[in-house]
């Protein structure tokens, strides 16, 4: 095989690697923050739960007049049964272990990239080289978690996004990026519809 074609597949291959990583660094992100958001709320819960256990209900009685006994347990009990629900959920949903398993994935990918990148520098490349890299991205793929269709279009809108931010700042690096971005939408938006039209 011709040298071009050598260079113009592990380039793919990086490519798709970029795209791969991102993809599974944003699940790993998404993931470890709702494993850290559902497990503040199980562990405050539990000590609210805890503290209003032990405390009366006439201490209430200031700010709910209508508090009774009967009334306060069974709101405890509501919200007990509610800071249950959550913890079990917490371990059902497995975000840690999903977050976790990602982010080795997007690791994996990263360590990936770095090998392609330095092949890209070489003169020649051999088809051994080739097969070794393809056959690694295609054994890092294999042990990866699947990535939903909404998130893999979301995430490679993103990178391109990025990729394109990226080259504009090398040619105007004290451009805005927020201003940028407005301006791309918004030309993006216009150009759609004369297209339409």
Not at 131 to 153: C, K, L, M, T, W
Request: glycine residues 4%; proline residues 3%.
């Amino acid at each position: 095989m011709s040298q071009c074609f050598i260079k113009q597949e592990v380039k793919n291959l990086k490519k798709k690697a970029e795209q791969n990583r991102q993809m599974h660094f944003s699940i790993s992100k998404t993931a470890s923050l709702l494993n850290k958001i559902l497990h503040a709320v199980a562990l405050i819960g539990s000590s609210i739960t805890a503290i209003l256990t032990f405390a009366e209900f006439s201490t209430f009685l200031p700010w709910f007049p209508w508090l009774t006994d009967e009334t306060y347990k069974l709101i405890i009990g509501f919200f007990a049964g509610l800071i249950f629900i959550i913890t079990i959920l917490e371990e059902y949903l497995g975000l840690g272990k999903k977050a976790a398993t990602h982010e080795a994935i997007g690791k994996q990918l990263t360590t990936f990239i770095r090998t392609t990148s330095i092949l890209e520098t070489y003169e020649t490349l051999t088809q051994a080289e080739l097969d070794q890299v393809s056959g690694e991205y295609s054994s890092i793929n294999e042990s990866a978690p699947i990535i939903p269709d909404r998130i893999f279009i979301r995430e490679k809108q993103r990178l391109q996004v990025k990729i394109d931010i990226s080259k504009k700042l090398e040619k105007t690096p004290h451009m805005s990026v927020p201003l940028y971005c407005i301006k791309m939408k918004l030309k993006q938006l216009f150009s759609s519809d004369e297209t339409q039209n």
